[in-house]
Structure formats: structure tokens, C-alpha cells
């Protein structure tokens, strides 16, 4: 079954860059979303990009999708303390019920 | 208008114990879903309800898991006979039209 897979690091930046986060997956999909996580509790949608899209953006955020290469980007210009989170990408696949195959997370934190 | 919520935020069980979750979705949506996530790792599927569709329920983990939806409103989700296992946060999301699926606060479950 297909599964986003972020890249497994932590980022540590400092407030005002920018903060890059990487996800691929495994199989065909619909669409690909990205999710911001407070304290290991409720998502918070940020972004959704389909698959015939390739780039999107949403206020500081900037999304990439490859879908020859099967991976995603997710940008954060000008970070903020209060982007400290943990962001997860989830790709639905074509047909079926738009069940999310989530990533593990990638955590990062915005030092003021 | 308001979000998903989830009652309850904690629960704390002891080993063999049933417990129920709850889940209310956003007025109008007729997608239900019901996710997974253990300390530290992304979102695990569990079941989705469309409707007055048959559920998809190809994510459960084990017999011990059901779940119910009551029309196009509350669900629960039941798990029998808890497992030290089981011990996660258990989140639900509702959508209306199929892509963005918006998320509860979870609830944290912890079986000693």
C-alpha cells in the first residue's frame, strides 16, 4: 500500500529562515496533503496538492510535488516561533475513499 | 461553525477493560474517519464511513475493534478487551466532499 515517508530528521532553525521538509511515497495517488501537529494531538490541514499540480501555495507555504520522481516538498519561508510542530505528509489514493497513508512526522523547531 | 470533537480527551484503562470512544463530526459531512497513532509514528487507518455506505473497516487491527456510526452523525469506537498495545491517541476526521479531512483533538488512551 502506498505511504508518505517523510525524511526523518528533526530541523532546528533559527526564527526567519526558511525550513524544508521532504516526503515520498511508494505507489499512485490522488492527492498529497500536508498536516501540522501541536503536542502530538489534532492536525491541522496546511495544504493539498493534486496529482496533475505541481506546485501550490498558501500564505508562507510552499508545496512541491514530483510525481515521477514520487516526492513532495514542503517550504516554510520566514519561520515563526509558533511553526514549532511536527508536519506529516498523506497521500490518498485514485478511487476508493480517500483513506490517508500517513508519513512518521517530521519534527521542527523555530528558536525566537 | 465548530470542529470535530472526541470525547473522552483521556482515558486511562486497565488491561482487559472495553472502552468506547466518541466522535462528533462537523455538521454536514459525510465522510467519517477513524486514524491511529502511537508515541512517536504517523496516522494508522482504522475505518471509514460514507454515509449509508457499508463501512470500509480493512484497517482494524483486530477482532477486539468496531466501530458505529450513527446516520451522518456521532460514531464510537469500541475496543474490547484492551491491550497494553493499544495505548495510543486515537483521532477521528470528517470531510465533505472527500479531500481535506478535518481532525478532532484525539483521544489519548493509555491501557496499564
Known amino acids: 500500500s502506498q505511504q508518505g515517508e517523510e525524511d526523518p530528521q528533526a530541523l532546528s532553525i533559527q526564527e526567519g529562515e526558511n525550513a524544508t521538509m521532504n516526503c515520498s511515497y511508494k505507489t499512485s495517488i490522488n492527492n498529497l496533503q500536508w498536516y501540522r501537529q501541536n503536542s502530538g494531538r489534532g492536525l491541522v490541514h496546511l495544504i493539498l496538492?493534486?496529482?496533475?499540480?505541481r506546485e501550490k501555495h498558501s500564505g508562507r507555504l510552499r508545496v512541491t510535488l514530483d510525481t515521477s520522481k514520487k516526492s513532495s516538498s514542503l517550504l516554510i519561508t520566514a519561520s515563526r516561533a509558533a511553526d514549532t510542530a511536527s508536519y506529516f505528509c498523506?497521500?490518498?489514493?485514485?478511487?476508493?475513499?480517500?483513506?490517508?497513508?500517513f508519513g512518521k512526522g517530521n519534527q521542527v523547531v523555530v528558536i525566537p | 461553525g465548530a470542529g470535530v470533537s472526541q470525547s473522552p480527551s483521556n482515558k486511562v484503562t486497565e488491561k482487559g477493560k472495553d472502552v468506547e470512544l466518541r466522535c462528533d463530526p462537523i455538521?454536514?459531512?459525510?465522510?467519517l474517519y477513524w486514524y491511529r497513532q502511537r508515541l512517536g509514528q504517523g496516522l494508522e487507518f482504522l475505518i471509514y464511513?460514507?454515509?449509508?455506505?457499508?463501512?470500509?473497516k480493512s484497517g482494524l487491527p483486530s477482532d477486539r475493534f468496531s466501530a458505529e456510526r450513527t446516520g451522518e452523525s456521532v460514531s464510537t469506537l469500541t475496543i474490547q478487551r484492551t491491550q497494553q498495545e493499544d495505548s495510543a491517541v486515537y483521532l477521528c476526521?470528517?470531510?465533505?466532499?472527500?479531500?481535506?479531512?478535518?481532525f478532532g483533538p484525539g483521544t489519548r488512551l493509555t491501557v496499564l
Open positions: 464511513f460514507q454515509g449509508n455506505s457499508a463501512p470500509d
Open positions: 498523506a497521500t490518498a489514493a485514485p478511487g476508493g475513499n480517500n483513506r490517508l497513508a
Open positions: 455538521s454536514g459531512h459525510t465522510a
Open positions: 496538492i493534486r496529482s496533475n499540480e
Open positions: 476526521a470528517s470531510s465533505l466532499n472527500g479531500d481535506t479531512q478535518y
